[in-house]
């Protein structure tokens, strides 16, 4: 039974690397999008709104799912870039300043059945914002976030991603190269 959720989950794969309501749920489900201020996804921002880069790793299934990235791979991980009609213009930059937050990078991490990990970072910090589910376990007053709202404009977020996942059997399939796109505006 393991076998055929984890070949499900290898054929389904691909077609839930983006948020689309359309396609039919697997037993993971991966998002990276940009949130509002309570937590909603959104595309479209008001200009000195606040937003929230988030990306979700979602297990659907009845047992633990297991699953490791690369960290080495994404320096791009919640870069912002300014776009020029689909063009990159300019990198704008990131709601952190190390090119990746300082998360555990050793070993497998848990997720439970019919449960998720997220990853979510605001712009502009602001004491109280992070109300949203977050994995991130660093996130305080002291940690120097961007001070200023972005300007007006079509921006994208986007990275690429190795990942390892595994049940509890020794079965292990990997994703190489999975690229995230989310692009959105601020008016």
Known sequence: MKLIKLLLFLVLLPVTAFR???VEPSVIQLSYETLDKNGNPST???EGEN???SFKIRNSSPEK???KRNHESNSDFATVFKLSGFKRVEEVGKPF????PAVPRQGFHTIDPDSFIVYSFPWIYEEGLYNIPSSNK???DEYPYNKT???SGRYEISFTEDFQFSDDSDLQIEVN???FSHTFSIE
């Open 20 to 22: 689309c309501e359309d």
């Open 44 to 46: 479209q921002f008001r």
């Open 51 to 53: 937003f929230i880069i």
């Open 65 to 67: 799912i297991y699953y």
């Open 97 to 100: 300043p190390l090119q990746y």
């Open 138 to 140: 660093y996130i305080n």
């Open 149 to 151: 709202a972005l300007p």
């Open 177 to 179: 190269n999975r690229r």
